[in-house]
């Protein structure tokens, strides 16, 4: 260990090597997202600046090439994450008409951008594939929004994040047509006779199918094949071999896309979205956020390294050019959208102006263009330029949108549509906690989370039940959960202390919290995590010894039930019932007598 750092310390500093290259990216990283979040800006802008200075400006890393193989892998895994957070059911329940906005705007909006694409001087090939990077927008700024004006279970928050989820979905489309897209620009570029034209066609056509069958191959292996193998492994009882088997699964339909010619980004989204759909997705989400949050940072350094300083210095009239035209162009056509499938002028202004920026698809999707030549190295640096100045702008123009929003009252909505999901009977675009009835509705009875579902905890679960609470389980046991499910019980697979499973069983809005599991750790790790999320929540946890219980009282909890007292009482009170009925229950007093 000591030879190997010796040997680091004393390498040539100019051949950057994986280490020093590395911390110089991550440690850059830090401090200049440290201070975007100080001046409360979004810290992907950070990680991209932060990518830029290390290398074209200060040049401590000359080298992206040093890094390639850790930022493919890191962006490989990225895609995995992202198709893993998918909400897949609010695609199943009732989105249809946020569903339809969020498809129909995005393919306007890459038609109606081709056209600007050839005004700044790019190829067709090329300004169809900077339509579809620049129709994605960016989720992580989208929920920061949302999350600071309480927006999230309003109609613009629906709304948005309906949009988002097909943004995502349509990336994935985005990824598996780049290939193509290049052959298309290669053919524009080199074309000497149409035999030639013929063939190129006949050879994108052949390379398509091949890859369209393969990724029917991946979607049914992950539909029939994946939660079977997940279910064995979680029987294990080990929550670290699900997430290893997780991460063995997306680089394998990584390699697999890989092999049919698709992207092998497009093959781990769609790996994570597959799992998305299995009783898993809670616990590896919280599992992977750690991942996810280290790998972040070195992708979009990584995307920094690559900005071209020259280029940036020769094109800033465009970068200003493209970055007000994508604001423009896309809040336009995203509200217009919006109004003419029914939804009010208001929500219709909020959501274009919400959804303005590119995003974190945007830069995954210029970095296959560039790779794979549809773009040039000077083109790809312009347009992270653009995305970088639209993460910065798009969050100053949410007063502005909600003062325009307000003067938009005034429109009608769409006349061809009567009645619209997208409406709501007075408009309000402000966030509203469900728990409080609105216009004489009835309050929804209090969510009771069950930690555990042994006997203590279907016996306290059927109790309350019959009370009239809506109960939420959290189970490790894959068996039960299954068996459970089965049976249209609210129960989902995870660790407790995930904090992610408790925020999908619903800790924030629950009334109570009964902790069954006799893992006292992991019960008062729990406490503590529920009653920062909720510190009205009532907390109940199963103590094994009185020390136990003080412990659990520290960390939050109302009430511990201890397990030798319950014992003692429940066991002296069988023992003295037995013994009566033997006859036995008086002997004490009768040889008084």
Partial sequence: MTHSLATLASADATSAPLAISLLALTATAALVATLFRRLKLEAIPGFLLAGFLVGPVLGIVRDADSIEQI????????????????????????????????????????????????????????????????????????????????????????????ISIVQDLLSVVALALLPAIAQWAQADADVENTVKSTTTLLDILRSGGIGVGGITVLILAGRYVLPRAMHLVARTGSTELVLVFSAATALAAAIGAAAVGVSPEMGAFLAGFMLATTPYKQQLTGQFAPIRDLLMPIFFTAVGLKVELAALSSGWGQIILGTIALLTVKSMLIGLSAWVLGASASLAVLAGLYLSQAGEFSLVVLSQAADQGIITSEGQARLIAIVILTLIISPMLVGPAHRLAH???????????????????????????????????????????????GPVGRDVAEKLRTLGWRISIIELNPSTVHRQTELGRSIMYGDVTNPEVLHAAGVGKAAAFIITIPDHDSAIAATRMARAANPSLYIAVRAPFLSYAIQAREAGADDATIEEVATATIMSRDVVHALGKRGLGRMREESRN
């Fill in 407 to 453: 003067q938009a009252q005034k429109i009608r909505p769409a006349p061809w549509i009567r009645r619209s999901s997208l409406r709501e009977s007075r408009d309000r675009t402000r966030g509203q906690n469900e728990a409080e009835p609105t216009n004489g509705e009835i309050a929804p009875a209090p969510l009771a989370l069950i930690a555990g579902f």
């Fill in 71 to 162: 930022t493919h892998l890191a962006t490989i895994l990225l895609m995995f994450g992202i198709g893993l957070q998918l909400e897949v059911e609010a695609i199943r329940r009732g989105m249809l008409p946020i569903l339809a906005v969020g498809a129909v705007s995005t393919i306007v909006f890459i038609a109606g951008s081709t056209p600007i694409g050839l005004a700044f001087d790019a190829s067709l090939p090329q300004a169809v594939a900077i339509g579809l990077a620049f129709a994605m927008s960016s989720t992580a700024l989208l929920l920061r929004i949302l999350q600071e004006r309480r927006e999230i279970k309003a109609m613009i928050g629906r709304l948005c994040i309906g």
